[in-house]
């Protein structure tokens, strides 16, 4: 299938595949956000697949390139409702975020709900946990001082929390850092932007103002994202289901192919 590439006014990148007639905005995780290439590209691809088949028109979008310090999930939510005001026809049939994306997806919903259908939010909650917010710190911190392992030490947390992966952070560690604030895929300023901007979001007083249907996929052993925080978020949201995976953490979540049939019926649904 082709992939068709190129970047909007504001300066975020996009990969647009399938010609439904339907249209599907994906929100990525963060901090830090690219068009997926290469092997990223066909695995996103096959993830997609279910959603092509069912007439959508997928929309990857990035965050905008050389954000301001200061720039909120909120504001970011606002880049993405330029992006289908000016690109995408007006409206978003539907809105998948995944993780960081999540919280900006809510937030789309609740600021700008004439231009979306339907919202997913994958692996995420209206805020990160208490632990995620000490990761995020320690993150921006070492984003902040140009220390490429620190950095790359801390988002690999992400991926391997806990005491006992310590040394296998300590060894992802540079080599995360290196991809990560190399400023070959985005600017390092901007996941300093995106990680400072997580430490302070807090979606709760936004939920109850979304008027459109909205489902929260989530696992019940997410560090980021809490079980309880989960619950609190869907219950503030008036149209709402939320799908549990039990057992399961933050990233086996965000990347499983068992949320686009989900996401499917959840729309057939409602």
Same mark, same amino acid.
């Given at each position: 299938?082709?992939?068709?590439t190129?970047?909007?006014?504001?300066?975020?990148?996009?990969?647009?595949?399938?010609?439904?007639?339907r249209?599907?905005?994906?929100i990525?995780?963060?901090?830090?956000?690219?068009?997926?290439?290469?092997?990223?590209?066909?695995m996103?691809?096959?993830?997609?697949?279910?959603?092509?088949?069912?007439? !959508?028109?997928?929309?990857?979008?990035?965050?905008?390139?050389?954000?301001?310090?200061g720039?909120?999930?909120?504001?970011?939510?606002?880049?993405?409702?330029?992006?289908?005001?000016?690109?995408?026809?007006?409206?978003?049939? %539907?809105?998948?975020?995944?993780?960081?994306?999540?919280? @900006?997806?809510?937030?789309?919903?609740?600021?700008?709900?004439?231009?979306?259908?339907?919202?997913?939010?994958v692996?995420?909650a209206?805020?990160?946990?208490?632990?995620?917010?000490?990761?995020?710190?320690? %993150?921006?911190d070492?984003?902040a001082?140009?220390?490429?392992?620190?950095?790359?030490?801390?988002?690999?947390?992400y991926a391997?929390?806990?005491?006992?992966?310590?040394?296998?952070?300590?060894?992802?560690?540079?080599?995360?850092?290196?991809?990560?604030?190399?400023?070959?895929?985005?600017?390092?300023?901007d996941?300093?932007v995106?990680?400072?901007a997580?430490?302070?979001?807090?979606a709760?007083? =936004? %939920?109850?103002?979304?008027r459109?249907? @909205?489902?929260?996929?989530?696992?019940?052993?997410?560090? /980021?994202?809490p079980?309880?925080?989960v619950?609190?978020?869907?219950?503030l949201?008036?149209?709402?289901? @939320?799908?549990? !995976?039990?057992?399961?953490?933050?990233?086996?979540?965000?990347?499983?192919?068992?949320?686009?049939?989900?996401?499917? =019926? /959840? @729309?057939e649904?409602?």
């Open positions: 299938m082709e992939v068709r190129g970047t909007v006014g504001s300066g975020m990148e996009h990969a647009c595949w399938g010609g439904g007639p249209t599907l905005l994906f990525g995780g963060g901090p830090g956000s690219s068009v997926p290439s290469g092997v990223a590209l066909r996103s691809r096959r993830w997609f697949e279910p959603f092509t088949a069912a007439g !959508y028109t997928v929309w990857y979008v990035t965050r905008r390139r050389g954000m301001p310090r720039h909120t999930v909120a504001d970011i939510a606002d880049d993405y409702e330029q992006v289908v005001a000016d690109e995408l026809g007006g409206r978003a049939d %539907l809105v998948i975020g995944v993780s960081f994306g999540g919280m @900006v997806a809510q937030l789309l919903a609740a600021r700008h709900g004439e231009r979306v259908g339907h919202v997913a939010v692996a995420a209206a805020r990160v946990s208490p632990w995620g917010r000490e990761v995020d710190a320690r %993150l921006a070492a984003v001082r140009g220390e490429p392992s620190a950095a790359g030490a801390a988002f690999a947390e391997v929390p806990g005491h006992r992966a310590a040394w296998a952070r300590r060894l992802l560690g540079p080599l995360v850092g290196r991809t990560m604030i190399s400023g070959a895929s985005y600017p390092a300023s996941v300093l995106e990680a400072e997580e430490l302070f979001v807090d709760r007083p =936004a %939920l109850p103002g979304i459109v249907p @909205v489902v929260f996929l989530c696992g019940d052993r997410d560090r /980021f994202f079980w309880p925080a619950e609190e978020a869907a219950s949201v008036p149209s709402c289901e @939320v799908v549990r !995976y039990e057992g399961r953490g933050h990233m086996w979540v965000a990347s499983t192919r068992r949320v686009p049939p989900a996401v499917l =019926a /959840f @729309v649904r409602t």
